[in-house]
């Protein structure tokens, strides 16, 4: 599935002679995960793969034909159409949030997500390069989960990487999809 999205590509592996040698060795190699689809992380990973089963299964749910998502990206993507408009809505503090907002981008869909109010300004104007609408919260990280989860509606699709009691399959789905590393 990953393979199938705009601007996949595997991440190098860099080989590290002096940590080889620090631990006596023969050779150490170093995933390098600073770039995946244009966003510094590995987030959108999971954040591709727990939307693509979301969707897949909101589309079931509302009678509507679910691709496999062996299929690939674009069917999903064609499938998709008659949710819109749809919202795709998390907290964050930093690159799940990014990820998020970049998976609405390319489903066609908006997007909301919640941040920490003293986040750096750095990534909430990265999320909002995405196209997101970011809405910095009073308090911590948890209080804006606890916002982003109040969101949940038939208009919008909570994408969490944090369960709580009644919302875990699509965390679940979230470590799965790192799974691609």
Not at 75 to 100: I, M, Q, S, Y
């Amino acid at each position: 599935f990953h393979r199938s999205i705009p601007g996949y590509a595997p991440t190098p592996l860099l080989d590290a002679p002096a940590a080889a040698r620090a631990i006596g060795a023969a050779r150490v190699v170093v995933k390098r995960e600073t770039e995946r689809f244009g966003l510094p992380a590995f987030k959108i990973l999971g954040a591709s793969w727990a939307t693509a089963r979301a969707l897949q299964r909101l589309l079931r749910d509302r009678g509507l034909p679910a691709p496999d998502l062996d299929e690939g990206f674009p069917a999903l993507v064609e499938a998709v159409a008659p949710l819109r408009p749809l919202t795709l809505c998390c907290a964050t503090d930093g690159n799940h949030g990014r990820a998020v907002a970049h998976m609405a981008k390319l489903f066609g869909f908006s997007s909301r997500i919640y941040v920490p109010e003293d986040m750096a300004p750095a990534r909430i104007a990265a999320i909002e390069g995405e196209g997101a609408e970011v809405i910095p919260l009073p308090g911590t990280y948890d209080d804006a989960i606890a916002r982003a989860a109040e969101d949940a509606a038939s208009d919008c699709l909570v994408v969490s990487d944090t369960s709580w009691p009644g919302y875990t399959d699509i965390p679940g789905w979230v470590i799965e999809g790192y799974g691609t590393m």
